[in-house]
Structures are given as structure tokens and as C-alpha cells.
């Protein structure tokens, strides 16, 4: 999968949580914070990283080398994952 189709992913799952949070999105770019400007709770954050488990198959976070706490944008998020399917490979 490559980084293009990973972010597309991504994308519609933060649609897909959005929606079930009744939150109204701006147009996504990859600068956008996650809590700060799409408006996501810590429980909707952690509804998207469930949604993202699912999806992808696998949980980046499950090993030390990476904090939840770390990822604030968009990018972070895809960049993360795309990493962990590259390693998973």
C-alpha cells in the first residue's frame, strides 16, 4: 500500500468518526491538528484509533517507539501508519 492510498484511508475514517461525533469538518489538509482544529475529543481520538487498528490491520502504538501523545496532525497520523505497514511488510 502506498502513501497516497494509506492517506486516503485515513481520510475516510476520520470522516467516519467525525460523523458519528456530530463534528462538522473543514476541508482536510495535512497540517490540520487533530484535537485542535478538526475538533476531536479524547474519546473520538480514541474511536479514530480503534477505527485505524481495523482498518489497517495493526496497532503502531503497541510498541514503545511511538506516542499517541506525539501524533497532532494529519501527516503524523499518516506518516506513522505508513511506517508500521512498511515495517509489517
Known sequence: MN?????EK????????AATQDLNLPDLKDSQEIVD?????SLGVAALIANLEEVFGI?????EDVMITDIRTIKDL???YAK?????A
Open 37 to 41: 482544529d478538526l475538533g476531536f475529543t
Open 59 to 63: 496497532d503502531p502504538f503497541e510498541d
Open 84 to 88: 508500521s505497514l512498511e515495517k509489517s
Open 10 to 17: 485515513i481520510i475516510a475514517v476520520i470522516q467516519e468518526v
Open 78 to 80: 499518516c506518516k506513522v
Open 3 to 7: 502513501s497516497t492510498e494509506v492517506k
